[in-house]
Every structure is written in structure tokens, then in C-alpha cells.
């Protein structure tokens, strides 16, 4: 028998803690599917998601982070059009000058009311769960 399990991977918000408004870093996919992105990527074998979220945040964007808390798991099989993927979100912080690499063509630095509109994956409900969680203290109800 042959079993087809979800891939994981992990997505990190990440809030430039030195910065007025602690505002959060995307990157612009070069790869597709292309549009804006939180930071992330896939967990390797062998690998805690814990570890792969720092290694992800500093292939993408070139910082150490912070890991604060696991935010939520994220599996609707419909959430990346490759494949089936689960993402575990983190919450995390940083300083610094963030710099693109790895997969991203580019990076920005937005605050909620400048998050641009064509997120990849299923990005814009991970985020409006994190502005909701952050400016109300109210965690996203499990759907």
C-alpha cells in the first residue's frame, strides 16, 4: 500500500521589533506560484520545524530570528496549488536590515494597512488571523 501523507512546512511572521509599528517582512516568490509571501518553506528530513523556521527566515531574508510562539497549523489541502502542504506558523522577531535570497526576487517591509494584495497560498487569512491575534489577543477559531 502506498500512503500519500502532507508535506510540511513553516511559514514565520516576523515583526521587526526596531522599527515604529513592528512591522512584518514578505518576500516576492521567484518561483511560482509568484506573488508576495510570508517567509517560509519546507521542513527537511531530520529536521525540528522549530529549526526550520529559523533556517528559513535566514536563507529568505538574511536574519537571525527570534522564534516567540507557534502561532497555528494550517492544513486546508487546497492551501498550496502544488501540493498538499500543512504549514506551522510562527510568530518571531528580529532587528536589523533584512536582504532577499534563497527563492525570493525581493523583500518588503509592511505594516497592516500597506499588505499588498496578491498573496500567494492561503497568506491572507494567515495574516488576518495575525492582526486579529495581535491587535485584539484573540487566537483564530479552528475551522
Known amino acids: 500500500m502506498n500512503y500519500r501523507n502532507p508535506v510540511p512546512t513553516v511559514d514565520i511572521i516576523i515583526e521587526l521589533i526596531d522599527r515604529p509599528h513592528r512591522p512584518i517582512i514578505l518576500i516576492e516568490r ?7 509571501a510570508i517567509p517560509g518553506g519546507f ?3 531530520g529536521e525540528s520545524v522549530e529549526s526550520a523556521a529559523q533556517r528559513e527566515a535566514k536563507e529568505e531574508i ?3 530570528v527570534e522564534l ?3 502561532f497555528q497549523v494550517y492544513s486546508d489541502p487546497q492551501r498550496d496549488p502544488r501540493q498538499h502542504t500543512l504549514s ?3 510568530l518571531a522577531t528580529a532587528t536589523g536590515e533584512p536582504q532577499a535570497g534563497d ?6 517591509i509592511f505594516e497592516s494597512w500597506r499588505i499588498p494584495t496578491n498573496l500567494c497560498f492561503d497568506h491572507d487569512r494567515i495574516l488576518r488571523d495575525y ?3 495581535r491587535h485584539y489577543g484573540i487566537r483564530p477559531r479552528l475551522s
Open 30 to 36: 521567484d518561483n511560482p506560484p509568484l506573488g508576495w
Open 43 to 45: 521542513v527537511d528530513y
Open 62 to 64: 538574511g536574519l537571525q
Open 68 to 70: 516567540i510562539e507557534q
Open 88 to 90: 506551522v506558523v510562527f
Open 103 to 108: 527563492d525570493a526576487k525581493n523583500l518588503g
Open 131 to 133: 492582526w486579529h491575534y
